[in-house]
């Protein structure tokens, strides 16, 4: 090869060359001015809900409060009462949480085994005989005879490991046997399957709510006149103005047997009495799609808005008709708003707290208010972080489905 040759090899490459190295100073310094941003957001935002998520797993309760009980009782096969030795180690356990003051964390704990079990270890520990004493299961019972009942003695054993699957097991309705197998809990207690199937459809039926009434609306804002169109967008836009709770409280009283809807419908004789339309699920409906009907018109609207009017006139030049052309030619380029409104309106409904707490009845509660309960009220964060991370599956379910229906409309809209 001739130095002419090199000479242009290094003529052609050296601003190739410039080109990245200036592409990666660019990187570097975008990168660096978004660092402070980024560490901030993974401090304040990340990392407490990876902890708090990570209760999911985490039950350091009894291993944390009676340590020498739960390693113990992870060895012991859970088969009638336990042996001497353990109910010995149980006792100076509970005499050592006592007097360090940790003795209400164990027994919260295991309450959410057996319900009662609180109680009995509350008043077990002010009454706690002498931990060396010979018999001392005998004592025990002689003080309370529910401790002769092997139910709370295995609810030892379950809250034992400071890891555990029980959460994400009790919220697919399964619990483990005393056998080790998954069987199905009692009826009462299998709710959370339930939840979520019914989180999922009040979020699906507003979702077709909003896209029923929202395509027409956005319809009519994109192809209104200016003066009118900025009118009717300064109206929808009017309620964001307001707070959440405030929208929802107005349903409620615009609902309510003696509210304004009610008077308008026997006025107009549809009906003989005032209907009950709030503490059910139709009151639920009305008031999801009210509050969730922008997030469905805006992202049509912005699409809308990019249409030609002129395909519509080719379409009706060629023959097409009203029907036809619609549906050939201006629906699919809407599909990607479409998409989009529906995504944020099915991921926002499955998160909904406030409105089916207030207009909703017993029956219309949705996921997010027992992780509320979970987390605030029994302080069972545990299952408030399982149902969190099945409320964020669902979720990432949605968001790979709307991606693979929005990559077939932007191939049918090309």
């Given amino acids: 090869m001739t130095s002419r040759t090199h000479d242009l090899m290094r003529i052609g490459l050296e601003p190739t060359a410039r080109a990245r190295l200036r592409v990666n100073r660019q990187s570097v310094h ?51 009462l336990p042996p001497e030795n353990l109910v010995r180690i149980f006792a100076q356990d509970v005499a050592a949480a006592r007097e360090t003051g940790n003795i209400g964390v164990a027994a919260r704990r295991l309450n959410f085994e057996v319900p009662g079990f609180r109680g009995l270890l509350l008043q077990t520990a002010r009454d706690l005989p002498d931990p060396e004493a010979p018999d001392l299961l005998q004592r025990l019972s002689e003080a309370d005879a529910r401790w002769q009942d092997p139910l709370y003695w ?27 197998a998954l069987v199905q809990p009692d009826p009462n207690r299998r709710i959370y399957p339930t939840l979520l199937l019914r989180t999922l459809w009040i979020s699906l039926v507003v979702t077709v709510l909003c896209t029923v009434l929202g395509y027409p609306v956005a319809f009519l804002l994109a192809t209104a006149s200016t003066k009118y169109s900025n009118l009717l967008l300064l109206l929808l836009l009017l309620p964001f103005w307001t707070s959440l709770l405030v929208r929802t409280t107005a349903w409620l009283v615009l609902l309510q047997n003696e509210g304004l809807v009610n008077h308008v419908l026997v006025w107009a004789g549809l009906f003989d009495e005032p209907q009950q ?25 912005s699409v809308m ?28 380029q809407t599909l990607p708003g479409l998409g989009a409104g529906a995504l944020l309106v099915f991921i926002m409904s499955l998160g909904y707290y406030i409105t089916p707490a207030l207009v909703g009845g017993p029956g219309d509660q949705m996921l997010s208010y027992f992780i509320a309960e979970n987390a605030s009220a029994t302080l069972n964060w545990g299952m408030a972080a399982a149902l969190s991370l099945a409320l964020m599956a669902c979720v990432a379910v949605a968001l790979v489905i709307f991606a693979r229906i929005g990559s077939q409309a932007l191939r049918l809209r090309a």
């Fill in 30 to 80: 975008a990168l660096m001015l978004i660092g402070p941003c980024l560490l901030f957001l993974l401090i304040t935002f990340a990392v407490p809900i990876a902890a708090m998520l990570f209760r999911s797993i985490e039950d350091p309760e009894l291993a944390d409060t009676l340590p020498h009980t739960a390693a113990a009782f992870q060895a012991w096969d859970g088969v009638g």
């Fill in 154 to 180: 295995r609810a030892i054993k379950t809250a034992a490991p400071r890891f555990t699957a029980r959460y994400f097991l009790a919220a697919a309705g399964l619990q483990p046997g005393s056998d080790g």
């Fill in 277 to 301: 339309l709030i503490r059910n699920r139709l009151g639920l409906y009305v008031a999801m799609t009210h509050i969730l009907l922008p997030f469905m018109i805006l992202p049509l609207f």
């Fill in 305 to 332: 808005k990019g249409i030609p009017p002129v395909l519509m006139r080719a379409a009706y030049s060629l023959g097409a008709g009203p029907v036809r052309a619609f549906s050939r030619i201006y629906l699919p």
